[in-house]
């Protein structure tokens, strides 16, 4: 009973066995999905394969000698290619038993042989290279590989395909290496290509060379220099194979920090590219605050709603620079006065010049005076004032001014100096400095034009807004924010004084914490390193994860080789580029890039309406 019941069991299930035999049997397979709908392979040149040409290439000899990545220009090139590359270990035993028996051969025919004959050279050669080999196996532990490349180039037409093939040809020769066009292998090239793993046994023959462990560095692969951060804005194009460039500087897991240092000479594009920054930055709600000497930044303040400060002679808009702002300590923090006098002493340097500690000392002194009198002490508890159950921070027409500072100054004979010096800020040209803070900055684009002060007095204007700035940006950790400082060597180089510097170089050094960003802009490279044999300059470049180098005089490259890590051949590119394009070091990844936008950037970046470009055109056209 039961093998009758096991026999209709069986019978079942070949049936239906037959039955999805029968249901598949019309259907694609994995490998009919992927498979070409036809090959030709009649010509020993090339194959095509549904209407693509594919023609390979197997290097057949390198350089004794390599320094540099060998596949690098191969990879860069934005061209139609697949490359292939295997390394096959071999037993090193045996090799070094292979090697000896070679050396002690090629030895006795050296001694014996006629010193005349022509190919005697080529044998020491091979004794040296054995021997050498041999010596790196025991003694420094290298491995021994065969190594073997194959190039398989691929094009539309045969034209493109062979104009690919000669260019291919010309870079692998400028790279020490030799090829050889697989003519009747094309085959066998194409198939070991493929992801296949598939070295194959005619191609050894002809392509296989030995090679040392530290020699595979050279042929690392991996070397694209494509940025792509997913969060990133974009920037613009690589210049060696038109990969898209996209950088997200606040991937803090990414990079060190924020900051960035744009260098480059009158015209060469930097300002556009900053400009450009702003734009797509503000886009993505980042409060940024500029500091504009050269009142560079107003059509894009105005473009994009965003708030214009302007300080000098003729402005209606004042800062107060005693004034101590709630948010320039952080929540939880002590020391109001404290901090504020530190930063004083700094804009003083800049105004009275080098002191020495008993001045610094005396002028502190003062400063503290100054402050008491409006009930302000170290105390912090005198800055808040008691508004029924909550506490106020003191107003800014209860904070003191320079003239309260100068006064004081007046009554003592130690410091007429100092009083003395204070005139034109207090009674003079300058008396701007000596007003109450009649602004607020609310706005997520602040904008600080200083051009009204004069080249001589740009630096005190620049320190004032910086100080400012630096109170907003530690407002809130949370928000991303960023502040430029365009022509920063007023403030970093001989002009400035050691404090102002050292301000500086702390915003750099600690802005990451609050979510932020310093941009170090400038075109005198020689001024930003030329206070204290540079110290600043350098600290800055290197507290920058991204630097942007557009073209640059040969003399201020020369210059800032010496405190960034230049190759020669970067030196050529930095000097040899053209407008908007640059040298891009992103963290550890050094690209050439051209700066790209679409037209409406262009238009708010540039302040002309395409309107205007319309009519402009219009007369062109009716006068000619």
Not at 77 to 104: A, H, V, W
Not at 571 to 599: A, N, P, Q, W, Y
Not at 617 to 623: H, Y
Request: with cysteine; glycine share 6%.
């Amino acid at each position: 009973m039961i093998k009758k019941e096991l026999k209709k069991i069986i019978k079942i299930i070949k049936n239906k066995e037959k039955k999805e035999k029968f249901l598949y049997a019309g259907c694609f397979s994995e490998q009919d999905k992927i498979a070409p709908s036809y090959i030709n392979m009649q010509n020993p040149n090339y194959l095509e394969i549904d209407r693509l040409y594919y023609s390979g290439l197997i290097i057949v000899d390198y350089a004794r000698e390599q320094t540099d990545i060998i596949l690098k220009n191969l990879i860069e090139t934005n061209m139609n290619m697949n490359i292939s590359i295997f390394y096959e270990k071999q037993d090193p035993y045996k090799i070094i038993k292979e090697l000896t028996y070679q050396i002690g051969n090629v030895g006795v025919e050296l001694k014996e042989s006629n010193q005349n004959r022509e190919d005697i050279d080529i044998a020491a050669f091979t004794y040296n290279d054995a021997k050498y080999i041999r010596k790196e196996i025991q003694v420094n532990n290298e491995d021994f590989y065969y190594l073997s490349i194959y190039l398989s180039i691929f094009a539309e037409t045969k034209q493109e395909l062979e104009y690919s093939l000669n260019k291919i040809e010309g870079i692998t020769q400028s790279k020490g290496m030799q090829t050889k066009r697989a003519n009747f292998r094309q085959e066998e090239v194409f198939l070991s290509c493929l992801p296949t793993m598939q070295n194959h046994e005619k191609l050894k023959q002809v392509a296989q060379r030995n090679i040392l462990t530290s020699g595979l560095l050279s042929t690392y692969p991996f070397i694209s220099s494509t940025i792509f951060d997913s969060k990133g804005i974009f920037i613009g194009t690589n210049m060696n194979n038109n990969s898209l460039v996209f950088i997200d500087r606040y991937n803090t897991q990414k990079y060190k920090n924020a900051n960035m240092c744009i260098f480059g000479t009158s015209g060469a594009g930097k300002s556009f590219y900053t400009k450009l920054l702003i734009l797509r930055y503000k886009l993505l709600g980042i409060k940024q605050y500029i500091i504009d000497p050269d009142r560079e930044y107003h059509n894009l303040c105005q473009e994009l709603s965003g708030t214009e400060i302007k300080i000098g002679p003729t402005s209606k808009t004042y800062i107060n620079i005693l004034e101590i702002r709630k948010e320039s300590i952080e929540e939880g923090e002590n020391g109001y006065l404290a901090t504020k006098i530190g930063k004083l002493i700094g804009f003083f340097h800049l105004i009275f010049g080098e002191i020495n500690e008993e001045e610094k000392a005396l002028l502190e002194e003062k400063l503290i005076e100054t402050y008491k009198n409006k009930n302000i002490t170290f105390d912090d508890k005198t800055l808040f004032q008691k508004n029924g159950n909550r506490k106020k921070f003191k107003s800014k027409k209860e904070m003191p001014i320079l003239e309260d500072l100068y006064n004081i100054l007046e009554e003592d004979k130690r410091t007429i100096k100092f009083k003395t010096k204070l005139i034109p800020f207090v009674k003079g040209s300058m008396k701007f400095f000596n007003h109450y803070t009649n602004i607020e900055l609310n706005n997520e684009l602040i904008v600080a034009d200083v051009y009204d002060l004069g080249e001589e007095n740009l630096k005190y204007g620049m320190y004032l807004f910086t100080d400012i700035f630096w109170d907003k940006i530690k407002e809130n950790r949370k928000e991303k924010k960023a502040i430029y400082l365009d022509e920063i060597w007023r403030l970093i180089g001989v002009t400035s004084n050691k404090n102002v510097a050292s301000f500086i170089y702390k915003i750099f050094k600690t802005i990451r914490k609050y979510g932020g960003s310093s941009v170090a802009i400038t075109q005198d490279i020689s001024d930003i390193f030329s206070l204290e044999e540079g110290i600043y300059g350098k600290s800055i470049l290197n507290n920058s994860s991204i630097k942007t180098f557009f073209s640059l005089e040969e003399e201020n490259i020369k210059i800032l080789s010496n405190f960034a890590n230049l190759s020669e051949k970067e030196k050529i590119e930095i000097k040899s580029l053209k407008r908007g394009e640059c040298l891009m070091f992103v963290g550890d990844d050094h690209i050439l890039t051209k700066i790209e936008c679409s037209k409406k950037e262009k238009e708010i970046v540039e302040g002309v309406k395409e309107n205007e470009n319309n009519n402009h055109s219009n007369s062109q056209s009716r006068t000619s």
